[in-house]
Antibody
């Protein structure tokens, strides 16, 4: 079955950096577009970034452009999100998810990023 | 950017009742690109409906989606105890995705 397992979250000071990882199994990762979606505590869902199967096409939400970098390693079935210049408003659970072209069909359980001094 | 507005914010119903959730877009959305998700506390969202009216794999037929243009609806017939959750609509804009703010369906 499809499994997506995020890791790398934690407590970080404002201005700091983190690298989130998503380990995928149970499907053909190398032909799947992948995404990061976040959810601030008690709030709704916000799409963050998307990467095509080959890595050639990348999109970012305006709120993270220039600070976040999505990447993937198809040989390792892994997706990454490098988060720099962290702000308090980046505090959230970060989910990785597959997309079928327009919707998110499988999700991981998420990893919590807390930005606080 | 297309904004999705969901209503009501909270819906208080009893098991066995029918729930009707609304998602209104600030501009016309292709039905092909409108989806609904269910999220329970402490869990990741789960895809319920894609393409406005197609149930995702394993979703019971008491869940139904409809609508077009700027107005979309998620209906849940005969609410089961496990259906009490938060529901989000979502649209795809070609190079970005947006979600509605969510509707909480709670037990009355």
């Amino acid at each position: 079955q499809v499994q997506l397992v995020e890791s790398g979250g934690g407590l970080v000071k404002p201005g700091g950096s983190l690298r989130l990882s998503c380990a995928a199994s149970g499907f053909s990762f190398s032909v799947s577009s992948m995404n990061w979606i976040r959810q601030a505590p008690g709030k709704g869902l916000e799409w963050v970034s998307s990467m095509s199967s080959s890595g050639a096409t990348i999109y970012y939400a305006d709120s993270v452009k220039g600070r976040f970098t999505i990447s993937r390693d198809n040989a390792k079935n892994s997706l990454y999100l490098q988060i720099n210049s962290l702000r308090a408003e980046d505090t959230a659970v970060y989910y990785c998810a597959t997309d079928s072209g327009s919707d998110f069909d499988y999700w991981g359980q998420g990893t919590l990023v807390t930005v606080s001094s | 950017e297309i904004v999705l507005t969901q209503s009501p914010g909270t819906l208080s119903l009893s098991p066995g009742e029918r729930a009707t959730l609304s998602c209104r877009a600030s501009q016309s959305v292709s039905s092909r690109y409108l989806a609904w998700y269910q999220q329970k506390p402490g869990q990741a969202p789960r895809l319920l409906i894609y393409g406005a009216s197609n149930r995702a794999t394993g979703i019971p037929d008491r869940f139904g989606g409809s609508g077009s243009g700027t107005d979309f609806t998620l209906s849940i017939n005969r609410l089961e105890p496990e259906d009490f959750a938060v529901y989000y609509c979502q649209q795809f804009g070609g190079s970005w995705w947006t979600f509605g703010q969510g509707t909480k369906v709670e037990i009355k």
